[in-house]
């Protein structure tokens, strides 16, 4: 157990520090290119553009991941904070400072969360914009100080240390060792952290010395990878093998490493596949005398082509390094595919390393299960979500009217994932929880959407029941006669549980608001509000259309006293991962006495017209009718 729990935080953190990364890589290629094409070895020397290399590696790319650090932490005043905070170590070194920025922009948003969390509530009417600027200041200044006088001359040290260690690795030709460290780190999510926190500003100064770095081959060559999917579109079997030319094609080409981890955590003994490519891979480079003469980010082919020296030899040296590595990991993978079981699916794989990564994937998609028809003689047709209250209803609502308004007698019911029936035909869930309704009921003809309020997977839908469609009358009786057995709406929309204009830093204190609402409203207990939080977290609350629906887990039921909501107005809107709300439906659902109101808000918000109407409403009324009227 103690394992697990050490598993999961490291590779949390792994996912943290690439998270400050990912979202500056334009900054990287963009000072990557200029190094390229204009230092006094790039293929167009000039001495006056290539006075922007040094300000952008040493202050534009830290302040840029010192920012986002904070940010992440604590939203933009995180991020103010952090970049201040950066600029300390910035100065007070003379080497790029991007691991100093991976410390000073986390620990920057975190100081200044406290300090808002600590005078919340606490502070007069019309002082808070002087308060908010005073205090990021003060504290912005204070961590600058610091990071100048204490955390820069360490990080200068620790990276002085290993300046020395990899000369003296390259002195005594045990730089291929270091894939022993950098290819199991990709799996979890520490490559950002390797490369961008300690290759890269190592190789920035080589760069200055020697015009090259043979580092920033180290974690970008995408050798290892592409002889991995190489050897699972020959020996590997089903999906696997189906879906592997073309991950092979995104890694290659598009440089987007992540997409063959799910194939490694298929098979973790192809871990030593990697590692054997890797090391074989930097012996080529050192024996060639290999190496870039900018950052190869992200680690495409044509990033390593476009940062190589102008020079015939260097070419030819990256080039049989990335050969090289391909090649002994498409052997050792072919021998470990060959002689062993494939213990778990594609799909299997991927969830694993999201759960890793601890967000949803960018590429977890690529490895869908590709189903078969649309079942014939349709007569069940289950939403399902995490607790089957929020989320699946207001699905089902909408596909019943589609069901109906297309004259089709089909059941459409919702129900949480540990529910759902075993004679459910098709199942339709959020794609993060595919998987899941998958391991339930395998038979069953799965959708994925993203979008519950306006997918197209619903209008696909209707068009291929159309064809072929049955129900048992009892069937639909029974579905009427649950719809009919609903509360009315009266009660459980109430005028002094709809707020207008409200602003929310972050999504968790928007959800905290909406179930502190329905705290004081008598309908759940307060240990409810903790629940809405872990749900989210699960899986996003976001439901489309600039909207949100924030409610407890399954488990959370047994919280709630009786149904009620809030409605709550956002006008500039609040992140829920990435994605815009304007509009928060707060949900506690008891006995089913929600879904007849929760049914009237999915088709109104449905509607893109609705949304711009009830987000520019001036009163509690006239957002209610809008709700009503449908």
């Not at 830093?505 to 409810?528: H, M, P, Q």
């Not at 439901?543 to 924030?550: L, S, T």
Request: aromatic share 6%; net charge negative; with cysteine.
């Amino acid at each position: 157990m103690a394992q697990s729990n050490i598993k999961v935080v490291v590779q949390k953190f792994g996912n943290f520090l690439s998270s400050m990364v990912m979202p500056n890589i334009g900054a990287f290629i963009a000072w990557g290119l200029i190094t390229a094409l204009f230092i006094p070895t790039g293929f167009f020397p000039n001495e006056s553009l290539a006075k922007l290399v040094d300000p952008m590696v040493k202050y534009l790319l830290p302040l840029l991941i010192g920012y986002t650090g904070g940010k992440l932490v604590h939203d933009q005043r995180g991020g103010v904070v952090g970049a201040i905070a950066t600029m300390g170590v910035i100065v007070g070194s003379d080497i790029p400072m991007f691991l100093g920025a991976m410390i000073m922009g986390p620990l920057g948003g975190y100081i200044i969360k406290k300090f808002d969390q600590f005078i919340e509530g606490k502070v007069k009417t019309g002082f808070e914009m002087l308060i908010n600027n005073f205090s990021a200041g003060i504290l912005g200044g204070i961590l600058a100080i610091l990071a100048f006088l204490g955390v820069s001359p360490a990080v200068d040290g620790f990276t002085g240390a290993l300046v020395v260690g990899v000369d003296w690795m390259v002195a005594h030709g045990l730089l291929p060792l270091t894939s022993i460290l950098i290819e199991p780190a990709k799996i979890l999510f520490l490559n950002n952290a390797i490369n961008h926190g300690i290759l890269s500003p190592i190789g920035a100064e080589q760069i200055r010395t020697n015009g090259q770095s043979i580092l920033l081959l180290l974690e970008t060559n995408p050798g290892p990878g592409l002889g991995i999917l190489l050897a699972y579109c020959f020996f590997g079997k089903g999906t696997a093998k189906q879906s592997a030319p073309g991950a092979a094609i995104i890694h290659f080409i598009g440089g987007i490493h992540e997409i063959y981890f799910p194939y490694v955590l298929m098979r973790p003994l192809l871990i030593i596949a990697a590692i054997l490519g890797g090391m074989s891979g930097v012996f080529t480079f050192v024996l060639l005398g290999g190496g870039l003469q900018a950052v190869a980010s992200p680690g495409s082919i044509l990033a390593i082509l476009a940062a190589t020296p102008g020079n015939a030899g260097s070419y030819v040296a990256n080039i049989s390094g990335v050969l090289v590595a391909a090649v002994v990991s498409f052997i050792v993978g072919s021998l470990i595919l060959k002689t062993g079981k494939q213990t778990e699916d594609l799909d299997e794989a991927a969830r694993k390393m999201q759960e890793m990564k601890g967000k949803k994937s960018s590429v977890a998609g690529s490895f869908t299960k590709q189903q078969g028809e649309v079942p014939a003689s349709v007569q069940k047709i289950v939403f399902a979500c995490d607790a089957g209250m929020g989320s699946s209803a207001m699905g089902a609502s909408l596909l019943r009217k589609k069901v109906k308004q297309a004259d089709l007698n089909i059941s459409v019911t919702n129900t949480a994932i540990s529910n759902i029936p075993s004679d459910a035909q098709i199942v339709i869930t959020q794609e993060e929880l595919t998987p899941r309704a998958q391991n339930k009921v395998p038979g069953a003809y799965h959708i994925s959407v993203d979008n519950f309020l306006s997918s197209p997977e619903y209008d696909k839908l209707i068009d291929q029941l159309k064809n072929d469609h049955t129900t048992s009358k009892a069937e639909e009786e029974k579905k009427v006669s649950a719809e009919n057995n609903a509360d009315s709406n009266d009660g459980l929309l109430k005028e002094e549980n709809v707020f207008l204009n409200q602003h929310f830093s972050s999504k968790e204190e928007a959800i905290r608001f909406a179930g502190s609402v329905l705290v004081k409203g008598g309908y759940v207990e307060e240990n409810y509000v903790e629940a809405m939080i872990e749900r989210d977290n699960m899986t996003s609350t976001y439901m489309g259309n600039d909207v949100a629906i924030p409610h407890g887990t399954e488990e959370a039921k047994k919280n709630v006293l009786r149904s009620g909501f809030t409605v709550i107005q956002v006008p500039e809107g609040v992140d829920f991962d990435g994605e815009k709300v304007r509009l928060i439906f707060g949900i506690a659902g008891k006995d089913g006495t929600h879904l007849e109101i929760l049914s009237g808000i999915a088709i109104t918000c449905s509607d893109m017209d609705n949304i711009e109407k009830m987000v520019h409403a001036k009163s509690a009324k006239e957002l209610m009718a809008i709700i009503q009227s449908n």
